[in-house]
């Protein structure tokens, strides 16, 4: 009950703060979580149903995660706040709550690809039911139903291709190197559109 308090707490702070902002250089976006890949493969993968081998090297999933992006810098550096919920490996429940920078690198009206890094807190149903299941890291924090862990160096990958003046289609990777890597794909809107970086320097 108090971990179920506290996701609300932090679904609420993530989402409802950033209402009053919204004069700035804003987009709040959606992403549907689609699959992860376990570059090493996976000693569990007997116990992930949705894996397309046997050793889960590439395994289903699905899910969402919204954010909210504020840019403090032209189109240059920004800060963002996500909420993700999604099926895990195991198909059990799983989550993120993030609020990180990002960097874009790109300068064009049309492109962005933008690196981010912050603190994080994770969670997921706890594998613990499982029988056979031996953990092999040292990261995750065990309660009775929960798996977690808060890491200050949480990142994300994602290209952002602009199809109108408010909104950019994108994917998104979620690294958690070298163990896996997690993709979404999905859209960001405008709020309040910015010019390029390129615009920016043209006025230099």
Known sequence: MMYRKLLCKLFLLTFLAPVTLVRGQDNIGLRFVFGTLHPQGEKMAFLMPNKLDKN?????????IGSYQRYIYKKRFSLKVAQGAYSDCARLFAGHT????????LNGKKHALEFGFGPTFVYRESWNRFEGYVQDTKL??????W?????WYGGELEYDYSVSKNLDLNINCIPG??????????????????????EYNQDR
């Open 56 to 64: 889960a090297v590439a395994v289903l999933n699905w899910g969402f």
């Open 98 to 105: 993030h609020l990180g920078f990002r960097v874009n690198f």
């Open 140 to 145: 995750l924090k065990n309660t009775k139903n």
């Open 147 to 151: 798996q977690w862990n808060f890491v």
């Open 177 to 198: 190197y070298p163990k896996f890597f997690t993709f979404a794909v999905g859209a960001r809107y405008w709020l309040r559109p910015i010019r390029s970086n390129r």
